[in-house]
């Protein structure tokens, strides 16, 4: 079946827009994580969803930061006022959560954000 | 979530040698996870061994687990020119952490012609 999606794979905006990005997980998959990775940077996750549960946002780094989740379905992440420091590729993932442990977690190809 | 540490930074081999990689990481796990990275983009899952798992095979690659001395390695065999990536482990918690992966530096791998 189809992998993760993502939408756009590629965004420039203008420092101070808002931009939405798009995230379509692997169907079935119940558990749907964000994550940024800055250019030579290791993986900083951001929010994590899994079924009807509260979201954990606890990676979030700002209140200009956020996202939803339709479902188990299709999530959006949000940036508003955007500023050069968000420029990065910001990657999706989902998983199957088998017996609570939630299992390998499938990445989207991203979406390259840069922020002039 | 904890971070995984990869090792070493960087490998450089010739096509045809193995690459061996490394991971440690610091608290229990429920499993670890390997993924590799091409030009800064598109994560690619490898291979995920559970914390009961000594030792596990996919086509070329063997990674083992010991988890007395909380480390992990990635051994690729037979190594192509296509295997030059970025190589990162993912221990993972389980549990409250929710799955969260954190990714160290990587392990930088050019495999030469």
């Known amino acids: 079946g189809a992998g993760v999606s993502q939408s756009p794979s590629n965004k420039v905006t203008e420092k101070g827009k808002d931009v939405e990005l798009r995230c379509d997980p692997i169907?079935?998959?119940?558990?749907l994580y964000w994550y940024r990775q800055r250019l030579g940077q290791g993986l900083e996750f951001l929010i994590y969803?899994?079924?009807?549960?509260?979201?954990?946002k606890s990676g979030l780094p700002s209140d200009r930061f956020s996202a939803e989740r339709t479902g188990e379905s299709v999530s959006t992440l949000t940036i508003q006022r955007t500023q050069q420091e968000d420029s990065a590729v910001y990657l999706c993932?989902?998983?199957?959560?088998?017996?609570?442990?939630?299992?390998?977690?499938?990445f989207g190809p991203g979406t390259r954000l840069l922020v002039l | 979530s904890q971070q995984g540490e990869e090792d070493p930074q960087a490998l450089s081999i010739q096509e045809g040698e193995n690459a061996t990689m490394n991971c440690s990481y610091k608290?229990?796990?429920?499993?670890l996870q390997w993924y590799r990275q091409n030009s800064g983009r598109g994560l690619v899952h490898l291979i995920l061994?559970?914390?009961?798992?000594r030792e596990k095979h996919s086509g070329r690659l063997r990674v083992t687990l010991d988890t007395s001395k909380k480390s992990s390695s990635l051994l690729i065999t037979a190594s192509r020119a296509a295997d030059t990536a970025s190589y990162f482990c993912?221990?993972?918690?389980?549990?409250?952490?929710?799955?969260?992966?954190?990714f160290g530096q990587g392990t930088i791998l050019t495999v030469h012609p």
């Open positions: 061994i559970r914390s009961n798992e």
């Open positions: 608290t229990s796990i429920n499993n």
């Open positions: 969803f899994q079924g009807n549960s509260a979201p954990d």
């Open positions: 169907s079935g998959h119940t558990a």
């Open positions: 993932a989902s998983s199957l959560v088998l017996a609570g442990n939630q299992e390998t977690q499938y």
């Open positions: 993912a221990p993972n918690a389980g549990g409250t952490s929710y799955g969260k992966l954190t």
